[in-house]
């Protein structure tokens, strides 16, 4: 059973560009967190999604972010216009729904913004 | 703004020694932690998780504290490896099917 896969694993784009960072939860996982990361700091919450649903973004700046995470395929984050303070690891985790709420990391995606 | 706080940012800790990472989180409602171990270049790792109904939790090497009185999370790791050397998290649920909040961490150093 795969893990959590998150892909690219580094992203470097210029400011004004967009940036798409895809998630693959695990096999039967049907929930998505995604997580924000700068150096030396703590994972800030960003968004939580179900299928075809999102459930919670109050992590999520309101522009130029979004997510989804579709009823086939991977999770993406969205992120247009990237500027520098965009630059961050982001980190996807996936879990299943009910009593089992232990969430499963992928290896993030470090996006550099030049 | 986030609710889980750490003591300490860096605990240096002899090989061999037992460690202690400490955790407050301020929001009594909480009724899920975890603790989850992040090594250079790589996504978090759980380690150990605790429900509120719980005081003490045990797995291989590692125990996971909880007092809710004074709303403090501890996790021992004992016999410290160098294989231990990474930054530790504490994080918490508001319930079973909610967002997990992390706290900022605590980076162990395994002294030789």
């Known amino acids: 059973n795969a893990g959590v896969m998150q892909n690219p694993r580094h992203l470097v784009r210029r400011r004004g560009q967009e940036a798409r960072l895809r998630c693959s939860p695990m096999k039967g996982h049907s929930h998505v967190y995604w997580y924000r990361q700068l150096p030396e700091e703590g994972l800030k919450f960003m968004v939580y999604l179900q299928k075809e649903n999102i459930i919670d973004e109050s992590g999520m700046p309101k522009e130029r972010f979004s997510a989804e995470f579709p009823k086939e395929g991977p999770s993406i984050l969205r992120i247009q216009q990237v500027v520098r303070g965009d630059s961050a690891a982001y980190f996807c985790?996936?879990?299943?729904?009910?009593?089992?709420?232990?969430?499963?990391f992928g290896q993030g995606t470090r996006l550099t913004v030049v | 703004g986030e609710s889980v706080g750490l003591h300490l940012p860096t605990l240096s800790v002899q090989e061999g020694d037992n460690s202690i990472i400490n955790c407050a989180y301020s929001?009594?409602?909480?009724?899920?932690f975890i603790w989850y171990k992040q090594e250079s270049g790589k996504g978090p790792q759980f380690i150990i998780d605790i429900r509120s109904n719980m005081d003490k939790r045990q797995g291989q090497r590692v125990t996971v504290l909880l007092n809710k009185t004074v709303k403090h999370l501890s996790l021992q790791i004992a016999a410290t490896q160098p294989g231990d050397s990474a930054v530790y998290f504490c994080a918490e649920n508001f319930n079973r099917d909610d967002k997990i909040i992390f706290g900022k961490g605590t980076r162990l150093h395994i002294l030789p």
């Open positions: 985790a996936s879990s299943l729904r009910g009593e089992d709420t232990e969430a499963f």
């Open positions: 929001n009594s409602a909480s009724d899920y």
